[in-house]
């Protein structure tokens, strides 16, 4: 499967920006996606994860209550929504996805042991 993240860009503290992972080149509704980062100098992080039916979804305490992660199956598109930027969400943001059971996404998250990755889209949010 083939990833594409857009959506990124330069947004003020207190921002929103919507992130886009656009799949191609397999059923994406065998697929759970999830979104990692990773700021110059620190480790990836497992942002949030959503489930192949859209049913599940995981949530790093760094972004919960911030932002809310969307699927639709129907355009082979998942989303990110993130509300309340802060500068430390600064950092270039990948898209992934493997086939996981619903019961797994944090672990999926938080492992990131995960197949297939897209290219980063860079988020840089400004104090």
């Known amino acids: 499967v083939q990833l594409q993240a857009s959506g990124g860009g330069l947004v003020q503290a207190g921002g929103s920006l919507r992130l886009s992972c656009a799949a191609s080149?397999?059923?994406?509704?065998?697929?759970?996606i999830g979104w990692f980062r990773q700021a110059p100098g620190k480790e990836r992080e497992g942002v949030s994860c959503?489930?192949?039916?859209?049913?599940?979804?995981y949530y790093a305490d760094s972004v919960k209550g911030r932002s809310t992660i969307s699927r639709d199956n129907a355009k082979n598109t998942v989303f990110l929504q993130m509300n309340s930027l802060k500068p430390e969400d600064t950092a270039v943001y990948y898209c992934?996805?493997?086939?996981?059971?619903?019961?797994?996404?944090?672990?999926?998250?938080?492992?990131?042991?995960?197949?297939?990755w897209g290219q980063g889209t860079q988020v840089t949010v400004s104090s």
């Open positions: 992934a996805a493997d086939i996981y059971p619903d019961t797994a996404m944090a672990p999926m998250c938080r492992l990131g042991n995960i197949e297939y």
């Open positions: 080149g397999a059923p994406f509704n065998y697929y759970a």
């Open positions: 959503i489930s192949n039916g859209g049913d599940k979804s």
